[in-house]
C-alpha cells in the first residue's frame, strides 16, 4: 500500500518542528535579475508574520529567547515601520556573529506548508532505489550538480555518512575555451528527478527564492551593524549571485565504524542558512571557546553561520566559525537543507571600513596552508568543490585538481 501523502508531510512537518516557526502568508519565487524587485516585495511577507489566524505580532520581540548559547532572532521584527533596522536587533545580529559566529533566525517568511512539503520530496527521493538515486550521479556533472552517493563528499579529509543533492542557480555551461577564469566551470545546468519525484524541482526553487531573499536582508543588517550604508554588499550580489543549495540526508553506520556526520570545517561562502530537524548532532567550536558547544534545533528556526567571504571582508571581525555534524547512530537518520547565499563568482570582495571599536576586536583572516582564503568569490568556491568531491574533480579537471594541490598545499 502506497503511504499517505497528507501523513507523510505530517510526520515531515513534526519532525522539523513546524509547530513553532512563524510563517508568512504569500510565495516567493525563485531568484533572477530582477532580485532587487523581489527583495522589496518579500521583505512586506516578513512584516506581516502569524503564528496561527487571528494572532499576529506586535511588539518587537527580536531576541525572544536562547538556544543554549546560540541566540535566536526573528527577522520579521527586524525593521521598524520607517523601513530602518531596530537597534536592538543589529545588536544581537553584531554580537552574535561576532562573538560565536552563530544564530539561530525565526519569523523569515516560509509560507504554510512550505517546508513539509519540501522535506517530505526530498525524503522520497533518499527513499528511491540507489539505481534511480544514481540517475543524478554527480560524477557526470562537470559543474559538481547532482546527486552524491553515501560516504562520497570529502570534509577535513575524511568521508561523510550523509548522501545529497547539490543544486545551484540554472544555468547554460561556459565552453572551456571561453572561460575568463576556471571558476567559471562551477555554471552549468542541475540535475533533477524530474521522472521520479517531479515536485522536488519546483520545491527547491522556490525555496532557495525564499532564502535568497532572506539572505539578501541580512546581508543589509549585517552592513548596517558594521556602520556600513545598508547597500555596502548590494554591488557583490547584483547580477547572477552564485548561492547553493543541498539536500542532505545522513545515515547511522553500523556500530564500530569509524564514519563522520560531517568533519570539522568553516564555510567559504557569505551565509549560510541551514534548515536541520530534530535530530540534533550539529556542533560549532567559537573562537576562545575552547570546546564543542551544540547548535540545538529549534522547530522551524533557520541557523545562520558566518561564511569565509565575510570573514576576509571584515579582516576576521565577524569569523567563520568552525563546525561539525557528529555520526548518527546505527540505523539512525538525520536530516536537513543547506543554502549557502554567495556573490557572484566574479566578484572580489574589499576588506570594510570598520569603526575603531570594531577595528580593534578584528584579529586579522584565519589562513592557513591547507586552506587558503581568497578575496574573489569564484576561487573560494572552486577550492571548496575540488577539496570535497575529488572523483568529480579528477574525472572532469584533473588538470586543475593538480594545480590546486600545488597553489593550496594540500595533500
Known amino acids: 500500500m502506497s503511504p499517505d501523502p497528507a501523513r507523510t508531510r505530517r510526520r515531515r512537518e513534526s519532525r522539523f518542528g513546524l509547530d513553532t516557526v512563524l510563517v508568512a502568508e504569500r510565495t516567493i519565487n525563485p531568484p533572477g535579475e ?22 499576529r505580532h506586535t511588539a518587537p520581540d527580536h531576541a525572544s529567547r536562547a538556544a543554549g548559547p546560540i541566540p535566536v532572532l526573528r527577522l520579521g521584527t527586524a525593521r521598524r515601520a520607517d523601513g530602518t533596522f531596530h537597534e536592538t536587533f543589529l545588536n544581537g545580529l553584531r554580537t552574535a556573529l561576532h562573538e560565536i559566529g552563530f544564530l539561530q533566525l525565526t519569523d523569515y517568511g516560509a509560507t504554510p506548508g512550505q517546508i513539509g512539503e519540501l522535506t517530505a520530496a526530498a525524503a522520497r527521493f533518499f527513499a528511491l532505489p540507489l539505481e534511480q538515486r544514481l540517475r543524478l550521479d554527480n560524477r557526470r556533472s562537470p559543474h559538481f550538480r547532482g546527486y552524491t552517493r553515501l560516504g562520497h563528499e570529502i570534509t577535513a579529509g575524511r568521508a561523510d555518512a550523509r548522501e545529497q543533492i547539490d543544486f545551484a542557480p540554472e544555468q547554460a555551461p561556459v565552453p572551456r575555451e571561453l572561460w575568463d577564469a576556471p571558476y567559471r566551470l562551477l555554471e552549468g545546468p542541475n540535475q533533477w528527478p524530474d521522472d521520479t519525484i517531479p515536485e522536488l524541482r519546483p520545491l527547491a526553487g522556490q525555496w532557495a527564492g525564499l532564502l535568497s531573499t532572506i539572505g539578501l536582508e541580512l546581508t543589509r543588517a549585517i552592513a548596517v551593524a558594521l556602520a556600513l550604508p545598508e547597500d555596502h554588499f548590494d554591488q557583490y550580489f547584483a547580477g547572477a549571485p ?92 538525520r536530516d536537513s537543507i543547506a543554502f549557502f547565499w554567495a556573490p557572484r563568482l566574479d566578484a572580489c570582495l574589499d576588506t570594510v571600513p570598520l569603526p575603531h571599536e570594531y577595528a580593534e576586536q578584528a584579529p586579522g583572516v584565519s589562513q592557513s596552508a591547507h586552506n587558503v582564503l581568497h578575496s574573489r568569490f569564484g576561487d573560494n568556491a572552486l577550492k571548496g ?27
Not at 284 to 294: E, F, K, M, T
Not at 395 to 406: E, G, P, R, Y
Open 242 to 333: 552564485h548561492w547553493f543549495g543541498k539536500l542532505i540526508h545522513y545515515v547511522g553506520a553500523a556500530g564500530g565504524t569509524d564514519l563522520q556526520g560531517v568533519g570539522p570545517h568553516t564555510d567559504w561562502n557569505f551565509l549560510t542558512l541551514l534548515l536541520q530537524d530534530d535530530t540534533g548532532g550539529l556542533q560549532a567550536r567559537p573562537a576562545g571557546a575552547g570546546r564543542w558547544i551544540d547548535v540545538p534545533p529549534v522547530g522551524g528556526a533557520l541557523i545562520v553561520n558566518i561564511g569565509e567571504m565575510l570573514e576576509v571582508a571584515t579582516h576576521g571581525y565577524l569569523v567563520a566559525t568552525p563546525h561539525r555534524v557528529l555520526p548518527c547512530a546505527s540505523g539512525g537518520t
Open 34 to 55: 530582477e532580485l532587487d524587485q523581489q527583495y522589496r516585495e518579500s521583505r512586506r511577507a516578513m512584516t506581516d508574520h502569524v503564528d496561527e489566524p487571528g494572532h
Open 385 to 411: 568543490w575540488l577539496r570535497s568531491h575529488p572523483e568529480v574533480a579528477a574525472t572532469h579537471h584533473a588538470d586543475l585538481l593538480a594545480q590546486w594541490h600545488t597553489t593550496d598545499g594540500s595533500s
